[in-house]
């Protein structure tokens, strides 16, 4: 498989592992909005490992509906999401395009969109340039956070994050995020669910699935 990427057609902000894709570029927002984090795999799509295939990828139920509920009430949507099967070599950037153009299309059925996709395929066992341990975008750490808050100029403070283990919560925790929800629909350890708790700055909760997660947006409106 050949992993070399064009800049021209992955919108790679360092031309090799760093995805960066404005899917609703078109759109104005203001500054100082509170955005809704969420994780993918496990958190809006089924679990799979290494998913890399389109025919794989299915919503999880209610994922539709609290996007869609975040669009019309003009709460940005960013996706942030560990690709290591990337830099591993498992599979490429067309692959997770592919699976992009599902998700989007599944939503759009249900008359929902995102706003803003990262994806971070470094990983201390990567293979050749993806080998790069801790780096800043890979969740826990807090790049795809701090650089999609530039982008769409978001308020942190009034943000939250959506995912199904610790690094997600704590990549919020770390960005500065208002707090965290763990859901149980995907790869959540027992450790992760009994480890992870909030703090006076950074509140953290627990839900079934997505689907449990509409309260969030009485926080951030």
Request: net charge negative; with cysteine; charged share 25%.
């Amino acid at each position: 498989m050949d992993r070399r990427v064009d800049e021209t057609v992955f919108p790679l902000c360092d031309e090799i592992g760093l995805w960066c894709e404005e899917v609703t570029g078109a759109r104005a927002w203001s500054a100082g909005r509170a955005g809704l984090f969420l994780d993918r795999d496990g958190v809006v799509l089924q679990p799979i490992p290494y998913l890399h295939k389109a025919s794989d990828a299915l919503l999880v139920q209610g994922a539709t509906e609290l996007i869609r509920a975040c669009n019309r009430k003009e709460i940005p949507v960013i996706l942030v999401t560990n690709q290591s099967g990337v830099g591993r070599g498992m599979y490429g950037w067309s692959e997770f395009r592919e699976v992009q153009k599902e998700l989007s299309s599944q939503l759009e059925r249900g008359g929902a969109c995102l706003d803003l996709v990262l994806a971070c395929a470094y990983h201390g066992e990567g293979s050749g340039e993806y080998r790069v341990p801790q780096h800043p975008w890979r969740k826990p750490r807090p790049g795809m956070i701090h650089e999609a808050a530039r982008i769409l100029q978001i308020d942190v403070s009034r943000s939250w994050i959506v995912g199904d283990r610790a690094s997600d919560i704590e990549a919020g925790r770390a960005s500065g995020l208002a707090g965290g929800i763990l859901v149980l629909s995907g790869e959540t350890a027992q450790s992760d669910a009994n480890s992870i708790v909030g703090s006076e700055n950074f509140m953290v909760g627990k839900a079934d699935s997505i689907a449990s997660c509409h309260f969030l947006i009485a926080q951030m409106v």
